[in-house]
Structure formats: C-alpha cells, structure tokens
C-alpha cells in the first residue's frame, strides 16, 4: 500500500472511530432516563396557602394546579444565592418558551418587613415578569414556612438599620399534581434546572 493510500485509510478509520463514539454517547444519552440531581422520595402534596403577589392580590398555590411548580423562599436584599435562583427562572422562562405556561415559578420572601408589594414587584420585574413573587404579614410568612419546614433568621441589623436574613435556600420542585419531586441548589447548572422542569412536566 503507498503512502497516499494508508493515509487514506487511516483517515477514513479515524472517522468511523469517531462517529462510532459519537453515536454512543447519542445511545447513552437517549435510553438513559433523566435523573434527579435531588430526588425527594415519597407522594407529599405540596400543602396549599395563601399569599399576597407582586400585583397586591391574594394568591393560592391551588390556583395553578396543574402546573409543575418551583418554589422558593429567599429576599430582594439577598446578596448571594437569591439572584442566582431568580436568574435561572428567567434562563427558564425563555429557555422552555410555549412550555413555560405549564410551570408556576414562586418566589416567596422571608424579610416581610422591607419586601412588600411594590419591592416584590420591582425585583422580579428584572428577571422575568412571570416569576409569581409573594409576600405576606410576618405571621402569614411564619405559618407558610412552617408548612413547608423552611428555616429562616433574620440577623441583627448594623448601625445604618441594614441586615441579613439566613435562610432555607434549595429550590423545591413539583409536578402538575404538586407532588414534590426534586430539589434544585443555587449553584446548580442551569442544564440541571431545565432538564428537571422538562421532567416534571412529563409527570402524569
């Protein structure tokens, strides 16, 4: 065999060593199932509430049923994980598209005292103005994060009335019957937060 010859072959080789690879990772990535980075075991219904949204008018979470939901309890003034969080709910809404009418994507403060109807309204409205952001009276936010087993602390304020509020930060995610399925962190990928959405809306 010449030289121009084995070059030849060694190059068509090549390539049928690559799209031999290729179509495996293809095969893997179509019959292995998704998977929850943060799967929650069980049937629990997410319990219903009610809550003031960024318009002023009262909310029940049993108004969307039938739409996957993501909930999760954080701040306006949150200097770290909250934008993280409200950045992917963004990424979501244009990411899923026609789809992103069959998800609820919630975002319920822990610091009643500063984020009332107008600071809700004002700090979703720069992420997504269909993010459902809700506030309440300290004791309607206590009894809904009581509910949901949520932790949160807010911590003394500084010598110019500032402070921080340490609280709960994982993203919990349910199907269209709000059943709690899965568990987003801030940090996750935004991949791992669509991927889990897509699954939920899969759920009968």
């Known amino acids: 065999m010449n030289r121009s010859r084995l070059l030849l072959f060694m190059g068509v080789a090549a ?5 031999g690879a290729a179509a495996a990772v293809l095969s893997r990535q179509v019959l292995e199932p998704y998977k929850p980075a943060i799967e929650i075991p069980g049937e629990r ?3 219903d509430f009610t809550l003031t949204d ?8 049993s108004s969307v049923k039938g739409k996957a939901v993501l909930i999760y309890f954080g701040y306006t003034h949150c200097p770290d994980v909250c934008p993280l969080v409200m950045t992917k709910y963004g990424q979501l809404v244009k990411a899923l598209g026609n789809r992103a009418n069959d998800v609820a994507l919630i975002f319920i403060t822990v610091d009643p005292e500063r984020d009332n109807v107008e600071a809700m309204k004002k700090y979703v409205a720069y992420y997504s103005d269909r993010i459902i952001a809700l506030t309440g009276s300290p004791e309607e936010i206590d009894a809904v994060a009581r509910l949901y087993n949520v932790y949160y602390k807010k911590y003394p304020p500084d010598e110019k009335g500032n402070y921080l509020v340490d609280h709960y930060a994982l993203v919990l995610g349910a199907d ?12 996750m990928p935004f991949e791992e937060y669509q991927k889990g959405v897509e699954w939920l809306l899969t759920k009968p």
């Open 15 to 19: 390539l049928a060593v690559a799209a």
């Open 45 to 47: 219904v997410l319990p």
């Open 54 to 61: 960024q318009n002023g008018n009262p909310f029940k979470l």
């Open 176 to 187: 269209r019957k709000h059943i709690l399925r899965l568990a987003f962190t801030p940090d």
